[in-house]
């Protein structure tokens, strides 16, 4: 079993920046990938970026230019670093970790999430 705690959340104004980070502990020899995935009121949870131990990276289109990913390291962390913040990006953001294909993964963890709020 994995564990992934989520920390970097919190009340910002537009225009902002911050950066949140996941840590994995546990039996990290099932993930391969690391992702965060970010979830408004009455919308469904999207994908924002993720990356692999092989080190691809991708991101959201909506993202592109504004948010970067770090690589996995050795510790399996990862860092979701955050900038030009707007209300839209308001969310709950979860990390998600795991290894085998999108839609039926053979190992699959999510964090509890950690807020975002962008307000002036």
């Known amino acids: 079993q994995v564990h992934l705690t989520e920390s970097g959340g919190g009340l910002v104004q537009p225009g902002g920046s911050l950066t949140l980070s996941c840590a994995a502990s546990g039996k990290t020899s099932t993930i391969h990938y690391m992702k965060w995935y970010r979830q408004s009121p009455g919308k469904e949870r999207e994908l924002v970026a993720g990356?692999?131990?092989?080190?691809?990276?991708n991101y959201a289109d909506f993202v592109k230019g504004r948010f970067t990913i770090s690589r996995v390291n050795a510790n399996f962390t990862i860092d979701l670093r955050m900038t030009n913040l707007q209300a839209e990006d308001t969310a709950v953001y979860y990390c998600?970790?795991?290894?085998?294909?999108?839609?039926?993964?053979?190992?699959?963890?999510w964090g509890q999430g950690t807020q975002v709020t962008v307000a002036a």
């Open positions: 990356a692999t131990t092989n080190g691809d990276i």
């Open positions: 998600r970790a795991g290894w085998g294909p999108q839609d039926a993964p053979w190992y699959d963890y």
